[in-house]
DNA sequence: AAAATTTATTGAAACGTTTCACTATATTTA
DNA sequence: TAAATATAGTGAAACGTTTCAATAAATTTT
């Protein structure tokens, strides 16, 4: 492994002149500067980014720590992040969360390995958040309302989104709507779950209890849950769904059971995922910018490292109109 | 920032004994090793990550490195290979290779802050890929075929597939077989062209120049070709896209001018993405072990890290027969 | 021509760990 | 009881950089 040192024994310079030349200083002469670029050149000298981190006390790196790096959903979020962190010259590494404390999102905090974070992962509490945020580790969360002065939140507005899609399935006359849930501890499902409530109530609906179907987030257990439901009972004309995976599920157990949507029963989701214009029916479903979730989020990070003031934000939503409703 | 020797003063020890305690050396009694945790845990101490790959000169962290971190293309592929990190309790980090030589990928390469890489990443250069690899950072690529005592492949059997998807239209009686290709330097797309030119071959057909459209593996582009195409002249009555989401685009295209597929028109892609089994048709395509080929991958750098020999290999692929064709 | 300033280079400390080689004490063996 | 061994703890070097403070040489100012 060629060092410095070996650069610098190379070029005949002491080891602080080659990193001074090589980090291109003023102070060193043009002749200087040369002979110690033709050495690392000869050597293929590559400088150690961990030697380097540990002096300088950075790592001009920010982490993206996701529950599953692999989820559909994440995409527009990952470039909206990647845009902002090129933009501020600085690297991103996106880690995934699953695995509890010995996550590599987990060790990547505690271990001071990122400049930032941005977190998108339920699985990490909100203590253990609380712990590794300060002033050279700055976090924003895309999943909980959390809030200090190095830990702020961006997020859109469930509540709402859900309360205009439920609002839009009344207006068109059904009366019977189901709700599929997510995971019950789930930020976002308990917000839209809130605003299906206060929607349905707003309208002088009261909720049968036995409309509530619990699902996890996944399309499997969507259509595993609405199959059952189906085999006894059609007592719903419309579902809505906590997101866009079960209601795909949903829509796929709907047909099998040889109900047309959406006049037997129509099937609102949320997220719009890019899947969803293209099922068929195509799914009515709650729009929110997750491209902009991850610009904004990784905005305030570069804010606060920087020592300026940022305020959390709550982005709106928007109902997108499809055949399934 | 609490250090380590904060932690030893603070029990009254040496930091040798601190971190001797802190990483249970036996040598470290029952009692002094309490004083130490204790300490630690009050102080509320974390170990620099960045001081510690130093110092053992290694990171215990295996990078990925892809163009574009959003593409769903890659779900499966993350899987597996973070199925294999994690087997061997290392981290994974996720990196984009967009942004040439100042891409994040190529400065964790170069900086050694990866002990071994996956890469899946057109723009990093074969020169560059040559010039990092070594004992202490085994290199697996996913799109070409290199290989070095510290750099394997693997890769699926472009050729075969392709060819079984030509044959197939053949065998259905299509007899006017386009080509969407991607762009033209792309690996995949140069072997795929190949299996689609030897089926033509071995049947006696003679491909018309025509009948090559140039794409660059996008939906959108896919989408604006075939339209444009079709404007004028419908001389196909299949078509062999380099890839799903070119073929996705295709068949918006062919639908929008009112042609039926297959029987107009047939189209068959590449890939077996998720959307490809949703659309509608649903689209006939040539499968391949995503997931097996981020498991494949990272076991052989494991392997490489231990000193055990490894084998680049390649990997089959299986046609799936849907309603495209 | 001496003093002051600028320019180019250097030695050494520091970043926060790990780990080798050593010492002091306690325990066992002959 | 002396010698040998085991046990528990320590000091210091090392990992590969960056950067401060110091110095030497060259240039400018008085």
């Known amino acids: 492994m060629v060092t410095l040192k070996d650069v610098a024994k190379k070029a005949g310079v002491a080891v602080s002149t080659a990193s001074y030349a090589l980090n291109n200083n003023p102070k060193i002469s043009e002749t200087t500067r040369n002979m110690v670029l033709t050495a690392a050149n000869e050597l293929d000298y590559r400088p150690n980014g961990t030697a380097r981190n540990l002096k300088k006390q950075k790592t001009e790196t920010i982490g993206l720590f996701l529950n599953d790096l692999a989820g559909p959903y994440y995409s527009e979020i990952i470039r909206g992040v990647q845009k902002v962190v090129s933009d501020n010259e600085y690297d991103l590494v996106v880690c995934s969360a699953s695995g509890g404390t010995d996550s590599t999102a987990y060790k990547f905090l505690q271990e001071r390995r990122v400049d930032g ?4 992962a339920p699985k990490i509490t909100d203590k253990e958040i609380y712990q590794v945020a300060r002033t050279q580790l700055p976090v924003v969360v895309l999943d909980r309302k959390l809030e200090s002065d190095y830990i702020k ?3 859109i507005d469930n509540v709402n989104g859900s309360y205009q899609a439920v609002t839009h399935l009344i207006n068109r ?9 997510g995971p019950e501890e789930s930020y976002d499902n308990k917000e839209r779950y809130e605003g299906f409530s206060r929607a349905l109530n707003d309208n002088n609906f009261l909720f049968d209890e036995n409309l509530l179907f619990k699902g996890d987030f996944t399309e499997e257990e969507g259509y595993k849950v609405i199959s059952k439901f189906l085999k006894n009972d059609i007592s719903i004309d419309a579902l809505f769904a906590a997101n ?9 157990a709907i047909k099998e059971n040889n109900y047309q949507i959406p006049n037997d029963i129509a099937v609102v989701g949320f997220d719009d995922i890019r899947l969803s214009s293209y099922i068929n029916p195509p799914l009515t479903t709650v729009r929110h910018p997750k491209y902009e979730m991850g610009t904004f989020a990784t905005h305030m990070i570069f804010q606060i490292l920087q020592g300026a003031a940022t305020e959390s934000i709550v982005l709106p939503t928007q109902l997108i109109n499809r055949e399934s409703s």
Chains 1, 2 share one sequence.
């Open 153 to 155: 939140y961006v997020l």
């Open 117 to 120: 974070a941005v977190i998108l």
């Open 244 to 252: 866009d995976e079960m209601a795909i599920g949903a829509i796929q």
């Open 173 to 181: 006359g059904y009366k019977n709507i189901g709700f599929l849930s």
